[in-house]
């Protein structure tokens, strides 16, 4: 039933997380949640679920794949190379067809109508990123996976290319046993992020990883860290690329992860020409829309200041253009690339840019 609705896994969490709770109290009280303050502002109830719903004796964990139906064998290898090509801009693969968030609410809404067909009516609330909620914890108890190196879920048979869904129940249900961890001495993730973002095993500094500066992030983003950023401007999947276990990452059943014209592989200059009409047309129902054109603008700004740098013919024209832009924020990030030094020997000793592991 869960398969039909374009689910791959289907678990069974316990509610009681207190051993999570001193870590994410740790994470928050060292900053690493950046302006997040949503993270912070239910402090313990993420991990307690039964405060967040009272009632809540167990939770079903779903797990939905997302690579799109079309992603060929190596698509890993296709990734990585489009680093190395910097007058490209890089969606992250979770972005580039339909808001995952709209997909999963509605699908887990029909699974939760089924199950009670089944068993007859039941409390329930279904969640995906959408409340406090540990996603990740729960998916590792109830058997979706282990918590790699960078935090992400994943798992032998389906590396961590999916996303992760709750319905949240008043039934106690026997919970799914947790599988063992095989990260082993691998730290590919850690050693290939452009940012150092990934601070320890399972310790993600938010403010230094790629996917929060260009997504979650409201204000400027730190000088220091626009470089490392090379042609990533929404989201980034390099520790996801880099791990070994992606080699058996699953493809979606669905079509509504497919990637929309314009998603994938097109040019900096084309994106930043994007009116903000353009901008939403475009964005519809996809999780990008949620950041804006302004944001928007300020991501590729940056991606096309490092092209300037990389010495890509055509970055300073296409970075003028906005120049005058009304946005303070695109104007400075603007600025930021103009200001950059021409580098026509090409890539070399651009930090972020086309880096891959041996
Ligand atoms: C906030 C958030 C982010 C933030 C922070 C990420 C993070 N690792 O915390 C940012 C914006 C960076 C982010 C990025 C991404 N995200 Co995100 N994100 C979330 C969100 C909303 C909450 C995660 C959370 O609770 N973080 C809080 C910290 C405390 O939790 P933690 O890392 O699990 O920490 C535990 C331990 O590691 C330890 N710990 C951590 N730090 C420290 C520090 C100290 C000192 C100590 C002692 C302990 C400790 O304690 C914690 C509790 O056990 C979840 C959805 C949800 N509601 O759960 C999605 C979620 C985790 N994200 C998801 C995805 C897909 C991504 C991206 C891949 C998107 C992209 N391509 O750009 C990237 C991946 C980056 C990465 N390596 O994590 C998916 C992951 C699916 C999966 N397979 O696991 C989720 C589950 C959304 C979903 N519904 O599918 N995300
Ligand atoms: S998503 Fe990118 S920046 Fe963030 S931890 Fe992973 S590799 Fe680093
Ligand atoms: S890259 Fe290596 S360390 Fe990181 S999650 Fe994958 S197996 Fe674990």
Redesign the pocket.
């Known amino acids: 039933m869960a398969r039909e609705l374009g689910f791959s896994q289907i678990g069974i969490a316990g509610i009681d997380l207190s051993s999570?709770e001193?870590?994410?109290m740790?994470?928050?009280a060292?900053g690493?949640?950046g302006e997040?303050h949503y993270?912070a502002a239910h402090g313990t109830r993420?991990a307690r679920p039964a405060e967040l719903v009272p009632g809540t004796a167990s939770v079903i964990t779903a797990r939905m794949d997302y690579l799109p139906r079309a992603t060929p064998a190596d698509w890993q290898a296709v990734e990585f190379d489009r680093l190395a090509r910097p007058s490209e801009g890089i969606v992250?693969?979770?972005?580039r067809g339909r808001d995952?968030h709209k997909v999963?609410r509605s699908r887990l809404a029909t699974l939760a109508g089924r199950i009670a067909e089944e068993v007859g009516a039941f409390g329930h609330r279904a969640f995906?990123?959408s409340?406090?909620?540990?996603?990740?914890?729960l998916?590792a108890r109830s058997g979706q996976?282990w918590?790699g190196k960078?935090?992400?879920?994943?798992d032998r048979e389906a590396g961590?290319?999916?996303?992760?869904?709750e319905i949240y129940v008043d039934m106690a249900l026997p919970p799914s046993e947790a599988v063992t961890p095989h990260c082993g001495r691998c730290t590919a993730?850690i050693d290939v992020c452009p940012t150092g973002?990934?601070v320890a095993p399972?310790?993600?500094d938010?403010r230094r990883?790629i996917?929060?500066l260009t997504?979650?992030h409201p204000g400027a983003i730190p000088a220091e860290l626009r470089p490392l950023m090379g042609n990533r401007i929404y989201?980034?999947?390099d520790?996801?690329l880099a791990c070994p276990w992606n080699k058996f990452a699953q493809k979606s059943t669905l079509p509504d992860f497919d990637a929309r014209e314009g998603l994938a592989g097109s040019a900096l200059a084309a994106l930043f020409a994007w009116t903000e009409d353009e901008f939403l047309r475009r964005t519809e129902g996809s999780p990008i829309r949620r950041i804006g054109h302004e944001r928007w603008l300020r991501n590729v700004a940056v991606a096309l200041g490092n092209a300037v740098r990389a010495g890509e013919p055509g970055a300073r024209e296409a970075l003028a253009s906005r120049r005058e832009h009304p946005s303070a924020l695109v104007r400075e990030h603007v600025a930021w690339g103009l200001g950059a030094p021409d580098h026509p020997s090409g890539v070399a000793g651009v930090a972020g840019a086309g880096q891959r592991p041996a």
Do not use: K, N
């Open positions: 999570a001193p870590g994410l740790q994470w928050l060292q690493f949640h997040m993270m993420r992250s693969l979770y972005a995952y999963l995906t990123d409340a406090p909620v540990l996603e990740a914890e998916a996976g918590r960078h935090t992400l879920v994943l961590s290319m999916f996303f992760l869904g993730c973002a990934i399972q310790r993600l938010a990883c996917s929060y997504i979650e989201g980034c999947d520790c996801q």
